[in-house]
């Protein structure tokens, strides 16, 4: 699993965080080089942004996505 902090700007290195998986957006692919991968990123960042604006934190689960 690759996590994303979508819409954080920020130096995370040495800090604990917790991931929710919430579904899964592709299979795993080999690219054929760097800007493949780099497009390949940046649609599945919009494909997460699409599923999580549908969804709500539950606090009641430490914030995880329902």
Known sequence: MEVHALG???DLYGRSLRAH????????LKFDGI?????????DKLDAA????TRKADPDAGG???
């Open 35 to 43: 800007e493949p991968l780099r497009a390949a990123i940046d649609q």
């Open 8 to 10: 954080f700007s920020g």
């Open 64 to 66: 995880a996505w329902h």
């Open 21 to 28: 998986f919430v579904a899964r957006l592709r299979d795993e």
């Open 50 to 53: 699409q599923r999580l604006a």
